[in-house]
């Protein structure tokens, strides 16, 4: 079971907690213009992958993985994009890994 989130308008203090815990975004400064949106899923490290492979086939999202407390296992990701690109590929993970409608409103 996925546990999925969908932030709207994230914050720049928001967003570097996110950039912190990325690999390749680690580095940067978060730009909100960029950014309208961020969704974050979380699970089993083989629905992440498949999770990260549907987003960005369904829509133009970045999918960067979040390292938690422990760097060897990544158990979430995050979409960055446009509202209704994230919205979008929140949907597709939802109803193609999880098997449910997820009700998003964007």
Known sequence: MLK???IKRPTKSTLKMLFRRSG???KQEPKE???EAVGLVQ??????IAAGDIAEKTSGVI???IQGIC???FTMIALFGDTSAVAVALI???EKIDKKQLDIDY
Do not use: K, N
């Open 4 to 6: 999925i989130q969908f």
């Open 24 to 26: 390749t975004l680690r």
């Open 33 to 35: 213009s960029y950014i």
């Open 43 to 48: 699970g089993p490290l083989a629905d992440m």
């Open 63 to 65: 999918v960067e993985e």
């Open 71 to 73: 760097p060897q296992h």
């Open 92 to 94: 597709a993970v939802s």
